[in-house]
């Protein structure tokens, strides 16, 4: 008696292995902060085809102490972002921290230190009255820190009088002075980023923040306490407002009563372009720091090659929307960018 032949199973072909290194390399391309250093590093590198002496020492000492204040209001608008929300109150914080303390530095009663240490916290105040509306009432960001802002510039009007104010020269020495040849405002922003960027990747303060932004149901699920997070995240915004309002009037020495409105709109465009979701939860602040980086070099790119401010904001404008579209889309999909180092199917691979 004969048994009829079993008929063989088709086997599936293995799949090939990627090597380690070109694994490793997929994931670092993945981050956020790899895409906006890469878009820093094409960015300095094309600067000196369009304007020549865009990058010398002098045009990047002129450059950095501003793109630390960018950076410093970008990493408050960060934490806002993260928690699903958006700071619109970041010019008149950044007005009023400048004014305080161009206007009570001098004076004799108050004292430069006090007028720092008043313009920072007495600023901190208005944005955690945001987020507390905000995070208690369920009310949109939008209209709360626009509201916000609001309030703030009448504080302006009030305390100013309509007219602006000289800082202490001793300000002015500081902001503009220089730490083993870096400007120290760009050491102060460096320092509050690794701190912040620690603080929320490291810690699990950070962890449980990143969590409530992603999914305040689940935050609530779990027992944390999102309400305090939220308001947070506004209390920290208007904190860095207010002091890179200060860094402001050391380097205007004389600013002006709208001199915060330049800066609403560069740090959403910092965050968005270091990779953050405007969705809210997980950040990169290492890359926020990066995309205000490369908004202050191409503005002053921008400056170089026109003279025409319409002109400026259009150019401006157009490559910023780029980059951000550049950037959503690889963050939605960081599969185009490891496709680009894996081997085609059927194709050996190399070790």
Same mark, same amino acid.
């Given at each position: 008696?004969?048994?009829?032949?079993?008929?063989?199973?088709?086997?599936?072909?293995?799949?090939?292995?990627?090597?380690?290194?070109?694994?490793?390399?997929?994931?670092?391309?993945?981050?956020?902060?790899?895409?906006?250093?890469?878009?820093?590093?094409?960015?300095?590198?094309?600067?000196?085809?369009?304007?020549?002496?865009?990058?010398?020492?002098?045009?990047?000492?002129?450059?950095?102490?501003?793109?630390?204040?960018?950076?410093?209001?970008?990493?408050?608008?960060?934490?806002?972002?993260?928690?699903?929300?958006?700071?619109?109150?970041?010019?008149?914080?950044?007005?009023?921290?400048?004014?305080?303390?161009?206007?009570?530095?001098?004076?004799?009663?108050?004292?430069?230190?006090?007028?720092?240490?008043?313009?920072?916290?007495?600023?901190?105040?208005?944005?955690?009255?945001?987020?507390?509306?905000?995070?208690?009432?369920?009310?949109?960001?939008?209209?709360?820190?626009?509201?916000?802002?609001?309030?703030?510039?009448?504080?302006?009007?009030?305390?100013?009088?309509?007219?602006?104010?000289?800082?202490?020269?001793?300000?002015?020495?500081?902001?503009?002075?220089?730490?083993?040849?870096?400007?120290?405002?760009?050491?102060?922003?460096?320092?509050?980023? !690794?701190? =912040?960027? @620690? /603080?929320?990747?490291?810690?699990? %303060? #950070?962890? *449980?923040?990143? +969590? $409530? &932004?992603?999914?305040?149901?689940?935050?609530?699920?779990?027992?944390?306490?999102?309400?305090?997070?939220?308001?947070?995240?506004?209390?920290?915004?208007?904190?860095?407002?207010?002091?890179?309002?200060?860094?402001?009037?050391?380097?205007?020495?004389?600013?002006?009563?709208?001199?915060?409105?330049?800066?609403?709109?560069?740090? !959403?465009? =910092?965050? @968005? /372009?270091?990779?953050?979701?405007? %969705? #809210?939860? *997980?950040?990169? +602040? $290492? &890359?926020?720091?990066?995309?205000?980086?490369?908004?202050?070099?191409?503005?002053?790119?921008?400056?170089?090659?026109?003279?025409?401010?319409?002109?400026?904001?259009?150019?401006?404008?157009?490559?910023?929307?780029?980059?951000?579209?550049?950037?959503?889309?690889?963050?939605?999909?960081?599969?185009?960018?490891?496709?680009?180092?894996?081997?085609?199917?059927?194709?050996?691979?190399?070790?």
């Amino acid at each position: 008696m004969t048994t009829a032949p079993s008929s063989a199973v088709p086997v599936a072909a293995p799949r090939p292995r990627i090597p380690d290194n070109v694994a490793r390399l997929s994931q670092v391309l993945a981050w956020p902060a790899t895409r906006a250093f890469l878009a820093l590093a094409v960015l300095l590198a094309i600067s000196p085809l369009v304007a020549s002496g865009s990058i010398s020492s002098t045009a990047l000492y002129s450059m950095l102490p501003f793109a630390a204040i960018t950076t410093l209001v970008a990493v408050g608008q960060t934490l806002v972002i993260q928690q699903g929300g958006l700071d619109l109150s970041v010019p008149g914080a950044v007005t009023l921290g400048a004014l305080i303390v161009a206007k009570f530095g001098n004076d004799q009663s108050w004292g430069l230190p006090v007028a720092v240490v008043v313009a920072i916290l007495g600023t901190s105040l208005f944005g955690l009255l945001s987020g507390v509306v905000v995070t208690a009432f369920r009310l949109p960001p939008l209209v709360v820190t626009i509201a916000t802002n609001a309030l703030l510039i009448g504080v302006v009007q009030v305390v100013s009088g309509g007219f602006g104010a000289q800082a202490d020269p001793r300000l002015s020495d500081f902001a503009l002075g220089r730490f083993l040849g870096v400007p120290v405002l760009v050491w102060i922003a460096a320092a509050v980023v !690794i701190a =912040a960027q @620690v /603080l929320l990747k490291l810690s699990r %303060t #950070g962890r *449980r923040f990143e +969590l $409530v &932004g992603e999914s305040r149901r689940a935050a609530d699920v779990l027992g944390l306490l999102s309400l305090g997070y939220g308001v947070a995240a506004y209390w920290f915004s208007a904190l860095a407002a207010g002091a890179a309002g200060v860094m402001l009037a050391g380097l205007l020495r004389s600013p002006t009563l709208t001199a915060g409105d330049s800066y609403l709109l560069p740090s !959403i465009a =910092a965050v @968005v /372009l270091g990779g953050t979701a405007l %969705t #809210g939860g *997980r950040g990169s +602040l $290492v &890359g926020t720091a990066l995309g205000a980086v490369f908004l202050a070099q191409l503005a002053q790119l921008v400056q170089t090659f026109t003279s025409l401010t319409a002109v400026q904001n259009v150019v401006t404008a157009l490559i910023i929307g780029v980059g951000i579209v550049l950037q959503l889309r690889l963050g939605q999909s960081p599969a185009r960018l490891i496709a680009l180092f894996r081997p085609r199917r059927g194709e050996p691979v190399r070790t």
